[in-house]
T-cell receptor
């Protein structure tokens, strides 16, 4: 069983299109994240949700809209795709433990988005 | 979250111990040290974490200095499959994400 799964694994689309990436975790975690890894290989946080509520929203264009229908899912919808959105997007989850802080995060295998 | 400094790259001979250093001189008392690795654009993989004491698991050992300003990740018997980028991260708890720096690219050589 895959702990954090993302779909699709690869996504090629034209500029201006709208696309979604789905993420599901079966670990029972209460916190989920979206990270972006660009061509320079830096991993940057985009969003973080705890119990379906947005807690981190970094400087991301509002064309990016996360949706968390329940604690096990955090989907990423992107409107009006641009060339610069090409990157690998990683979903992750973790569990907040009282007194111990947030435990380790588990990452999905990534979605490679190519905008042409 | 405190900033970390790691060497850009390191080589290690297969079968030998790989010792990856990390400096975190501005770490605060409630920040943990986490290590992750990323193998060839796969999702980052958790390795180990600690607060003050040295830690060991089936993957690696984490040695944290007494003043907590630096740490070393030890892979006791490196294999070719350990070739990856290794990230040292310091972080507090709830509400804080994992901030990844550029990491150390470890190449395990046959």
């Amino acid at each position: 069983d895959t702990a954090v799964s993302q779909t699709p694994k690869y996504l090629v689309t034209q500029m201006g299109n709208d696309k979604s990436i789905k993420c599901e975790q079966n670990l029972g975690h209460d916190t989920m994240y979206w990270y972006k890894q660009d061509s320079k290989k830096f991993l940057k946080i985009m969003f973080s949700y705890n119990n379906k509520e947005l807690i981190i929203n970094e400087t991301v264009p509002n064309r990016f809209s996360p949706k968390s229908p329940d604690k096990a899912h955090l989907n990423l919808h992107i409107n009006s795709l641009e060339l610069g959105d090409s990157a690998v997007y990683f979903c992750a989850s973790s569990q907040f433990s009282q007194g111990a802080g947030v435990t380790e995060a588990f990452f999905g295998q990534g979605t490679r988005l190519t905008v042409v | 979250d405190a900033k970390t400094t790691q060497p850009t790259s390191m080589d290690c001979a297969e079968g030998r111990a790989a010792n990856l250093p990390c400096n975190h001189s501005t770490i605060s008392g409630n920040e943990y040290v986490y290590w992750y690795r990323q193998i060839h654009s796969q999702g980052p993989q958790y390795i180990i974490h600690g607060l003050k004491n040295n830690e060991t698991n089936e993957m690696a050992s984490l040695i944290i200095t007494e003043d907590r300003k630096s740490s070393t990740l030890i892979l006791p018997h490196a294999t070719l499959r350990d070739t990856a980028v290794y990230y040292c991260i310091v972080r507090v708890n709830y509400g804080q994400n994992f901030v990844f720096g550029p990491g150390t690219r470890l190449s395990v050589l046959p």
